[in-house]
């Protein structure tokens, strides 16, 4: 995601757009005595306060709204490292579902500010309201989840620009719903277009994680060694990996379909390794059932 000043370039990455045409969102400028006095009377007030850096050449600040399943979680947490990368005064607040939750967790442990959206709706509206005039970003993202829905709401009455960034096949509800009103949609795959503002609409594929993204560097012999430590030396010749991904909350369905072939797998190719994520919640009963092999990396 990359910004110039006065106005703001949204890109998502990785993917290969379908159009060439940059997406451009005008932001509203403000003179130098406007924007001390807004931010020195809602400093005390403000969950994550903006300060501004009289040496920093960008101030750009976004607010991403998330929750639920990983999908949403961790494509708005793909965008906000993307963006600081590329701006490294840029600042970030991420809405979501009050602690313990997974955007709430992953905030913390990214060191980004956090504002928790009650589940009521007339409250997350509120709250959202709040969170968004204290922050007073320059955009909205919403990738989706119940936090998302009130969020974009409040940033409409408040006259913050959005854009949504939908990472399935089907587009959400929410995503239906907001289309409309939404600078901009980005979507992962050409389907969901046709039920969609064809003209909001731009394909740019699914936001990646840089965490993800540096273990393409990792020599194919170390992340062997990593996850099959008892195959031995040289278990890197020829090996075929195959990855199966219940999912952040877990799905019982590819949970139990992995357990009924999983041993066959493994017995028909004896360069077949198995790296299998059961979710959390699975995670127990799924290690209770499995024989113990050493080409089967079990995880959460």
């Not at 500010?113 to 922050?135: D, G, V």
Request: hydrophobic share 45%; with cysteine.
């Amino acid at each position: 995601m990359v910004a110039t000043s006065p106005r703001l370039l949204v890109r998502v990455l990785p993917g290969t757009p379908t159009t060439k045409t940059p997406v451009c969102i005008p932001t509203p400028t403000q003179s130098r005595r406007a924007r001390f006095r807004r931010c020195h009377l809602s400093r005390s007030r403000d969950p994550a306060p903006v300060s501004e850096d009289p040496q920093a050449p960008d101030s750009l600040r976004v607010a991403f709204a998330c929750g639920g399943a990983g999908g949403h979680v961790y494509s708005a947490f793909a965008l906000a490292d993307e963006l600081h990368a590329s701006l490294p005064y840029s600042r970030s607040l991420f809405l979501g579902a009050p602690a313990p939750s997974l955007e709430s967790s992953t905030a913390a442990a990214s060191s980004y500010a956090f504002a928790p959206i009650p589940p009521c709706l007339p409250r997350a509206l509120f709250a959202a309201a709040l969170h968004l005039h204290r922050f007073r970003p320059h955009i909205l993202v919403a990738t989706g989840g119940a936090p998302s829905l009130p969020s974009c709401l409040a940033a409409l009455l408040l006259g913050l620009p959005f854009v949504i960034q939908d990472q399935d096949a089907g587009p959400a509800p929410a995503t239906r719903l907001l289309a409309p009103v939404a600078q901009r949609v980005f979507l992962a795959f050409n389907a969901p277009v046709r039920l969609l503002p064809k003209r909001k609409c731009a394909v740019y594929g699914n936001p990646v994680r840089m965490s993800i993204r540096n273990y393409l560097r990792v020599p194919k012999a170390a992340a062997m060694a990593r996850f099959f430590p008892r195959a031995g030396l040289g278990c890197e010749e020829g090996a075929e990996v195959v990855l199966f991904l219940a999912g952040t909350l877990g799905s019982p369905e590819i949970n139990v379909a992995v357990l009924n072939m999983y041993y066959e797998m493994l017995t028909k190719r004896k360069n077949r390794y198995l790296i299998w994520q059961t979710g959390p919640e699975d995670f127990c009963e799924m290690e209770s059932l499995v024989r113990g092999h050493r080409r089967l990396f079990l995880t959460p």
